[in-house]
């Protein structure tokens, strides 16, 4: 048996729809209001959106990381939430970033088989293990698409 406590860093990364279509200013008033937030809190993490529905990663002291997780189940503006990983960490993937966003484009065309992709992954994660996978898989993503910029 363990004991957990607020201080504990964790990770959590959950999914959910959009109630409405999310322009592209409305993401960066949540982007501001997050970034202020979370900077004050230890949070970190990044935010996925494509096609109405975020998958997002929360790194930080587990009572911040809950508190924020209630904050968001309660904002109308999310439908069909679903924590899909919630893990204590050794260290955080996103450290340097208070909340890093990427849009995320849908393929035109249909994937090759046995192509993966992370974004689905999670959003139909059924195991732990397997949003696990998915979530280092769009670590690497960030942090190169970052690198790039």
Known sequence: MSITTGDELV????VSRARTDVGDDALRD???ESRENNAQ???TGVLLYRDGRFVQVLEGPRDSVESLVATIT?????DDIRIVLDE???ERQFGDWTMEFRPVATPQRALPRGFRDSFDDLDAAESPGSAAR??????LWVKARSART
């Open 11 to 14: 990770s959590v990364v959950y």
């Open 30 to 32: 949540i982007l501001t």
């Open 41 to 43: 809190s230890g949070v």
């Open 74 to 78: 309660a904002d109308p503006r999310h």
């Open 88 to 90: 204590p960490i050794d």
């Open 134 to 139: 998915a979530v280092h898989d769009i670590g």
